[in-house]
């Protein structure tokens, strides 16, 4: 599903991203990333992502190695990994319900049925009665909540959610969390970044520590101290 | 592939949208296509002009006083011989003086002149204007029939240096007026795609193919291009009439382009141009934008 292996990303200014990080994570998985501020966490969802071109190394998502991608295969990648942004991007000129809808018009569904996926996925993180709002008009654990529902309304194969709790209190943050767990069982991997803690520990599920861009420790059912 | 009025659906919720950049964009499409336009139809004019007066170039040639008909016969075959002659034609030197006795019939001629002065005359309009030089040297050579051949030949080079310079020059600069008129439509445009960067790069980012993204933007140019233009030849046609007419009551012998199918060719010329224009435009800033 994802094999990184050995996967540098060097940037402009000769700063290390990520450093010779290899990691495995098979269908289904749900996988916490943690790690301080700066580690190197959303470099490693910017590489899956195709946003940004691996340095060296080798990094295969799905059909994809990433190493190789073609111009023509980025959009088709991105269908199948969606991703929920630390800084949400969402279109600031379209409603909640556009920004949703406009996934799935890409996918070329018909009216009737997107109308349909985003009232489900709306319904799901509890948001119906703001489908019409601009983004603006909406609190930051709020615009979070469209972020997710954006990044999951076509179901794609893997979910990678950065810091998807940064701006919700504990009981909403819970919540998140149950609704990603939740979507996890319908087979979606599912890679969540987080400095959340108190979260990582009570979900018990598997642990990557990024450190300096390097990957530190990989525990099954781990802890996060 | 979903369906066009998506795409058509998503471009008129652009121009609505960037409302203001729209009016912009609209405003230097028509305000470019204008300018062009006022200088196709000033060099089509021009043009015109120089045919008129190197149109009127003829070649008189004046007969010696002692030749025969049979002379002027063979002289004439001589003379049909060209193949860039378009029409020859005899003056009798009594015919002629006829008529300048009537044009100066107030000055009583006669009184000064006892005896028609005027040479039977042969006059030779051409078909080609460049050839009159060429057979003006050959005819001199018949020295036993012709007097002298008068040709406005000074003038007859300076015309036509000017009008092969001014066609050269009017349509060069056509030509560079429309390359600067789409460099402004895609900066213009391109302006209303940058503060929509963020948009795009989202589309992006949530899958969108690049021609996703790309038609409702075409769709907008193609859109700017119809209504900017459409507004640049009607402009151009009402304003074009008004000064013709005005010039041609004051100068009545001006040989302006007035009512001909050559400004119907122009006015659609421009309005597919600015159609295009809006399209490229659109399309090369885009496709810059998702590089
Ligand atoms: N576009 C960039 N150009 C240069 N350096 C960058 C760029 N993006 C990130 N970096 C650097 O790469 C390192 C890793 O950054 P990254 O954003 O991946 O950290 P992070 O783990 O997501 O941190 P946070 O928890 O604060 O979001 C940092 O040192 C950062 O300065
Ligand atoms: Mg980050």
Not at chain 2, 46 to 59: G, K, P, Q, T, Y
Not at chain 2, 124 to 149: F, G, H, N, P
């Amino acid at each position: 599903m994802i094999a990184i292996q050995s996967l540098s990303k060097l940037y402009d200014n000769d700063c290390y991203g990520l450093n010779d990080v290899s990691l495995a994570i098979d269908q289904g998985e749900f996988v916490f990333l943690v790690g301080p501020s700066g580690s190197g966490k959303t470099t490693l969802f910017n590489v899956l992502h195709g946003r940004e071109r691996p340095s060296s190394g080798r990094a295969q998502v799905l059909a994809y190695e990433l190493t190789r991608l073609l111009a023509d295969q980025l959009p088709v990648l991105r269908r199948d990994v969606g991703m929920i942004f630390q800084d949400y991007k969402l279109l600031p000129k379209r409603t909640v319900y556009e920004n949703i809808a406009f996934v799935l018009q890409v996918l070329h569904y018909k009216r009737r049925r997107i109308h349909q996926l985003v009232h489900q996925v709306l319904d799901l993180v509890g948001l119906t009665n703001k489908a019409h709002d601009y983004p603006r008009a909406l609190s930051g654990g709020e615009q979070q909540r469209i972020c997710i529902a954006r990044a999951i309304v076509h179901q794609p194969r893997i979910l990678l959610a950065d810091e998807p709790t940064g701006n919700l209190d504990p009981d909403t943050a819970w919540d998140i969390m149950q609704l990603l767990g939740k979507i996890n069982q319908r087979k979606t991997t599912i890679i969540v970044a987080t400095h959340d803690w108190r979260i990582v520990n009570k979900m018990r599920r598997r642990v990557v520590r990024l450190m300096n861009g390097s990957v530190v420790s990989d525990t099954i059912m781990g802890h996060y101290a | 592939m979903p369906s066009l009025f998506f795409f058509i659906r998503e471009a008129a919720i652009g121009l609505r949208r960037s409302g203001l950049m729209t009016v912009l964009s609209l405003c230097t499409l028509a305000v470019s296509m204008l300018v062009l336009g006022f200088f196709l139809l000033f060099t089509v004019n021009v043009n015109n002009l120089a045919d008129f007066f190197v149109s009127r170039l003829e070649i008189r040639v004046f007969f010696r006083d002692d030749i025969t008909r049979r002379d002027k016969r063979d002289f004439h075959t001589v003379v049909q011989g060209f193949d860039t002659v378009r029409e020859v034609e005899f003056v009798d030197k009594a015919v002629a003086w006829e008529t300048l006795k009537q044009q100066y019939s107030g000055t009583q001629l006669t009184r000064y002149i006892d005896k028609n002065p005027l040479p039977d005359t042969m006059i030779i309009r051409v078909t080609d204007q460049t050839k009159i030089q060429a057979m003006v040297s050959k005819l001199e050579t018949y020295t036993t029939v012709v007097d002298d051949i008068v040709y406005g030949g000074y003038i007859t080079e300076r015309i036509q240096l000017l009008s092969k310079w001014l066609r050269i020059s009017g349509w060069g600069f056509n030509a560079l007026l429309l390359l600067a008129t789409l460099m402004i439509i895609v900066n213009t445009i391109r302006l209303t795609i940058m503060a929509r960067h963020n948009e795009v790069e989202i589309m992006q980012l949530v899958g969108a193919t690049r021609w996703f993204i790309r038609w409702p933007f075409v769709i907008e140019g193609f859109v700017l291009g119809v209504v900017g233009s459409t507004v640049s030849v009607v402009m151009l046609k009402f304003s074009y009439d008004a000064v013709a007419k005005y010039i041609q009551q004051q100068f009545p012998f001006m040989p302006l382009i007035f009512n001909s199918p050559i400004l119907w060719w122009i006015y659609a010329g421009l309005f597919i141009i600015g159609t295009v224009l809006g399209v490229m435009g659109a399309y090369i800033s885009i496709s810059r934008t998702l590089e």
